[in-house]
C-alpha cells in the first residue's frame, strides 16, 4: 500500500531498521552497544533463489526469492514469507531484523527471520500460485525445520500456502515424521496448525493496546482508523468493535471508506470480496448493492485516513506510511502499529515530539508470532491446545511484555520502540553470552 510513492520508495527499510538499532544501542555500555551493533547489523545468511514455474500457458517463468536469516541467537530463525512485487533484498532484510527484536520482545525462544517473493500473486492462477509455493519450498529445503528455521505466513500468504509448502518439505525429506510439522506455523487446523492462530496478530494487538490505554489513562468511546484489510487489518477491526470502540474508517490498497457512524466489518469483508482485484477492493463500496451500511459513509484515500480525527490509528499494511511528510498531521492521540515499519524514523521523531505515541510492531504484532510458537511447540510435543488455552496464553504474554516495555519507557524517558528494542537487546545479549 504505497500511499506516497515518491516518500517510501526513498526510505530503505534497512537503512530505518539499523536507525532504530543504534538508538536504542545507546542505553548499553560500550563495549555491549558495541557488540551488539557488530553482530546485529548484518544478517547471519541470506538465501538468494531462483524458482522456476511452468505457468498455465506452457511457458516457464523464473521468479526471485529470498530467505534471510538474520540471527538465531535465542533459538531458531523464525519468519515469515511475504509475496509482493515490491520485494527487494533491504526489505526482507529489515523485516528479519524486526522479527528478531519481536521474537525477543515477546519472550520467545526464537531467533528472526524472513522470506519475500517478487510476484503479484493476484496475477497468478492457483495453480501456478501452487507450483511456485512449492517450488521456493524445494530451493530452500536445506536450510529450514523444526530446530533451524521455522516459516509462516505473511503478506499475501496463508494457510493454504503452508500447507502446499509443508507437503512438499515432507517430500524433499521423504519422511512422514509428524514432528516436521512444526517446520511451518500458520497453518490450517487439518495441517496441524493451532487454533487461534489466524486471528492472534489482531487480538494480540488489541490485548497490547488495552495494556497500554490503562498505562495512559485513556479511556471514554475511543475511535479507530485502520490502514489496511488483509487478515490483520480486518481482524483488528473486529477486534476492536467487540471491545466497545468504534472504528469509523478502513482501507485497502485501492482506497478507504469512511463511517462515521461506524463500520461493520463483515458486511465490508463481503464488499472487498465482491470488488476485489482487478474491480477495485474496498474504494469500490461506497453503497454498493446490499451494502449500503456504507450509505452513510463516503470513501477516501489513504492519505486521508491516516490523517482523520481519531482517537487510534492503526497501520496495519506495509512499511514507511508515516513518514516525515505527514507527520506532523497526524490527529491521532496513539498509533498501534499493525503492519511492520509502518513508521520511518523521521516520523517516530515529529511524534515523539508531538506526544503522540506510537505502540511498535515488534511488540502490537507480536500476538501473530507468539500463537506461531505456541503451535511449533504443540506440533513438537504432539499436542493439540484449545482456543481458550491459546487465547488466555496470548493475554497474559501480551499484557506481560506490554507493561514491561511501558516500564522500560519511563525508566529511561524513551519512546515505546526504543524502550521494546531495550528490553529485546537485553535478552538477544544475555543469549550471546
Ligand atoms: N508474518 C508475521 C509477522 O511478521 C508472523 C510471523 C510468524 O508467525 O512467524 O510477525
Known sequence: MNINPSASLRINPFESAMEQLAKAAKFFSKKESTLLLTLLSQPQRILNVTIPVKMDDGSLKIFQGYRVQFNNARGPYKGGIRYHPQVSLDEVKALSFWMTVKCAVADLPLGGGKSGIIVDPKSLSAGELERL???????????????????????????????????????????????????????????????????????????????????????????????????????????????????????????????????????????????????????????????????????????????????????SALENVLTGQNARKIKAKVILEMANGPTAPEADTILYKRGIPVIPDVLSNSGGVSVSCFEWEQNLKGQHWTKDVVNRKLKTKMEKEATNVWLASKKYKTDLRTAAFYLALTRILSAMK
Open 133 to 315: 509455493s512449492r517450488g521456493y519450498v524445494r530451493a530452500i529445503a536445506d536450510n529450514i525445520g523444526p530446530d533451524k528455521d521455522v516459516p509462516a505466513p505473511d503478506v499475501n500468504t496463508n494457510g493454504m500456502i503452508m500447507g502446499w509448502m509443508l507437503d512438499e518439505f515432507m517430500k524433499v525429506q521423504r519422511s512422514k515424521d509428524n514432528k516436521l510439522r512444526a517446520t511451518f506455523t500458520g497453518k490450517l487446523l487439518k495441517d496441524g496448525g493451532s487454533e487461534g492462530r489466524e486471528e492472534a496478530t489482531g487480538l494480540g494487538g488489541l490485548y497490547v493496546l488495552q495494556a497500554i490505554l490503562k498505562h495512559l489513562k485513556l479511556t471514554g468511546n475511543l475511535t479507530a482508523a485502520v490502514q489496511g484489510f488483509g487478515n490483520v487489518g480486518y481482524n483488528v477491526t473486529k477486534f476492536l468493535i467487540d471491545a466497545g470502540m468504534k472504528v469509523v474508517a478502513v482501507s485497502d490498497s485501492k482506497g478507504g471508506i469512511y463511517v462515521p457512524e461506524g463500520i461493520n466489518p463483515e458486511l465490508t469483508l463481503e464488499c472487498k470480496k465482491k470488488h476485489g482485484p482487478p474491480a477495485g477492493g474496498l474504494a469500490g463500496c461506497y453503497c454498493s448493492g446490499s451494502v449500503c451500511d456504507l450509505k452513510k459513509g463516503k470513501t477516501i484515500t489513504n492519505a486521508e485516513l491516516l490523517e482523520l480525527p481519531v482517537d487510534i490509528l492503526v497501520p
